[in-house]
């Protein structure tokens, strides 16, 4: 924020009071980013490409490096997401998760291997280095692709899905 808006991005970040910032996610994960020390806060949409691209992570870069924040002060809240019951990729896009970890693929063997995006995201914010005790993606375990009740999913929808919301601000 207060920077010139790049022509696309992913992700922002901010040390202003009372300014809501926010990540959209309709089976992509919004990712909420806070340090409480440095006052600061970022929101990130991952998608599968996003993840692969290292959004999570140049979220953080750019909150460490904007506003001196430190690794181990900032906590991560992963936002609903797609499941791996749910989200297929083709062999060759699965092949790259399937290198970041075997775990975050099932069914590799096959043409359309589902693969795990959170997973994903909370392995490559803990090799950049935030703690995995400040990662908190356990209160959305639900696959948004499962649940029309609770959540919007394009995966399940096609072209006519809503979309999720995280918001995220500072306050004094």
């Known amino acids: ?26 089976d992509c994960i919004p990712v909420l980013f806070a340090d409480p020390v440095k006052k600061a ?20 870069n750019a909150m460490v490096t904007e506003y001196g924040c430190n690794l181990k002060d900032i906590l991560v809240v992963l936002g609903p997401a797609v499941g791996p019951c749910c989200f297929t990729l ?25 693969v795990d995006i959170r997973r994903a995201t909370r392995i490559l914010l803990e090799t ?12 959305f375990t639900f696959c948004t692709a499962c649940h029309p009740d609770k959540f919007y999913s394009h995966v399940r929808d096609g072209p006519n899905f809503g979309t ?7 306050r004094d």
């Open 128 to 139: 950049g280095g935030i703690l995995p005790h400040n990662i908190q993606d356990d209160s």
């Open 41 to 60: 806060c970022g929101a990130a949409h991952s998608g599968w490409r996003g993840t692969l691209l290292g959004v999570a992570m140049a979220t953080v």
């Open 1 to 26: 924020m207060g920077k010139p808006q790049p022509d696309s991005y992913d992700g922002i970040v901010t040390n202003w009071k009372d300014v809501t910032i926010a990540a959209p996610g309709a």
């Open 164 to 170: 999720q919301m995280g918001f995220i601000s500072i």
């Open 90 to 114: 083709s062999q060759e896009s699965a092949q790259e998760f399937y290198n970041l970890d075997p775990k975050c693929v099932r069914r590799f063997e096959s043409s359309t291997p589902n």
